[in-house]
């Protein structure tokens, strides 16, 4: 007995990141109960964004310029380049404020089975990017301690360190997370943070 | 470092019932990642629902039309009415097919702290409602088992028993919900559901 374009709302908002069938419900019947406060200024911004936002087409970043507000920063350090997994793991590295250089977001991991090869994630032109940087230092490798994500390092960097020879290549380090109790963290993360222990 | 339009929609999902600073983040993110098949579809449901859902002027279920689809069907009992607490609750009864007569939607609760009323919870209007519906035989009082919930049934019983003394009041029945295990019931829920046993 939903009105349909209630119904059609609900799926939508149902197959966003983090929402399911319950809380698409009550998001919906949050928007409609609050039009001037909640969908009135959401339906703005969705608008904005739509026409603004734009993928940088240097970095992948997503900003409303392209070169985004990093790559054209002269504050930036133009002597590191970070390589990220995708957009959020930027954001979270700008959130820790502690890295200042460039930033290459790949929007993937290699997969043989999602047919995710070398060419999806856009290897050659970060090589060619990588190749006309020519300040360049440095590259930190920051892709997940996964699988998948240690697979896609490991191809990054053997294939960057044969067209750049020169370059230093880092990654983050593994062990223990600040405020990580060691009984609660798993076998693998120990083992690492016991042989990376460092000399008081 | 993020553009002031993400920052403002990333805020704005994140206020969106069931989600946080983390989802808001990640809706944004695939949203803009995924501007056809999902920024689009949601900014156009969006609106249609801003222009097209209305709160029903006879029971204040959301519909497209005023009276709503349940209030102006032919095939709906007009014997029963059933007062619930809120939209999300009418939904959840319409979902079990397990009710065919009319809905009232109250809209909350009563709360001294939060200062809502019976002038709030238009109690005058449910009992002019009542007293209109010629045929109504029972009111189904389903509203939720917490403290307010039955405080609020409570006075909306005594009320409309004094306007209209002969019609039947009921109210939704106490007990182990289905596939609860009284192991992880709360004593109150097995008290009463004790009580309440049932010959077999």
Redesign the interface.
């Known amino acids: 007995?939903?009105?349909p374009?209630?119904v059609?709302?609900i799926k939508?908002?149902s197959?966003?990141?983090?929402?399911g069938p319950r809380?698409g419900?009550?998001?919906?019947?949050?928007?409609?109960?609050n039009?001037e406060q909640?969908?009135?200024?959401?339906?703005s911004?969705?608008?904005?964004?739509?026409e603004?936002?734009v993928t940088c087409n240097q970095c992948k970043n997503?900003?409303?310029i392209s070169p985004c507000?990093?790559c054209s920063?002269p504050q930036r350090d133009q002597d590191t380049l970070c390589i990220v997994e995708?957009?959020?793991d930027l954001?979270a590295l700008?959130r820790s404020a502690s890295f200042k250089g460039q930033y290459h977001v790949l929007g993937g991991t290699l997969s043989a089975i999602g047919g995710v090869g070398p060419e999806e994630l856009g290897i050659g032109t970060l090589i060619a990017r990588v190749l006309m940087l020519s300040n360049l230092r440095e590259i930190v490798i920051a892709l997940s301690a996964t699988v998948e994500g240690q697979t896609t390092a490991h191809y990054v960097h053997r294939a960057l360190q044969e067209a750049c020879p020169h370059l230093a290549f880092s990654a983050l380090a593994h062990g223990i997370p600040l405020g990580g109790e060691l009984d609660y963290l798993d076998d693998g993360t120990l083992t690492t943070a016991l042989m990376a222990r460092r000399a008081l």
Chains 1, 2 share one sequence.
């Open positions: 007995m939903q009105s374009q209630l059609h709302l939508l908002l197959r966003l990141p983090g929402l809380s419900r009550r998001a919906a019947l949050h928007l409609i109960k039009k909640a969908l009135s200024p959401l339906l911004a969705l608008t904005q964004a739509a603004s936002i997503l900003d409303t507000h990093i920063s995708d957009v959020s954001w700008e």
